[in-house]
């Protein structure tokens, strides 16, 4: 059993859809076939898709509240796993200066170079 409790509803979800699909090949063979079981697979597609839909929805919810990043993720990601503050901020103190001032960041941006290179020249003929 407890094996079964690390299962996400993602996951599950994912499984159910894989087997609508199954469910729906059986489903156009068994009323293909004229087959009297084809009610009972009708109804198991019916169950298994409203499963599907639930499991998915459960796995939206449990990543949200799992989220403390303060970032949104979209909600059509299923994968996505929510980023921790600890590691958002050590990637910015890794790989991304901070910088005090912005407006002087934005200065050296905003300046052209001045004239172009004779390489750049030559690359523009």
């Known amino acids: 059993m407890k094996a079964l409790r690390n299962v996400s509803a993602t996951n599950v979800a994912y499984v159910c859809f894989l087997l ?3 469910s729906l090949g059986m489903l156009v ?3 293909a ?3 009297a079981a084809a ?3 009708g109804a198991v597609l019916v169950a298994l898709t409203v499963l599907m839909i639930a499991g998915f929805r459960v796995g939206v919810r449990t990543r949200a509240a799992s989220n403390d990043s303060g970032i949104d993720i979209p909600g059509e990601n299923i994968w996505a796993r929510p980023l921790r503050r600890e590691q958002i901020d050590r990637y910015l103190q890794n790989y991304r ?3 005090e001032n912005h407006e002087e960041l934005l200065q050296a941006i905003a300046v ?3 004239r172009p290179t004779v390489v750049e020249d030559r690359r523009a003929a």
């Open 20 to 22: 609508v699909f199954v």
């Open 29 to 31: 063979y068994a009323l």
């Open 33 to 35: 076939a004229g087959s």
């Open 39 to 41: 009610g009972i697979i």
């Open 97 to 99: 200066a901070v910088r």
């Open 112 to 114: 052209p170079l001045g």
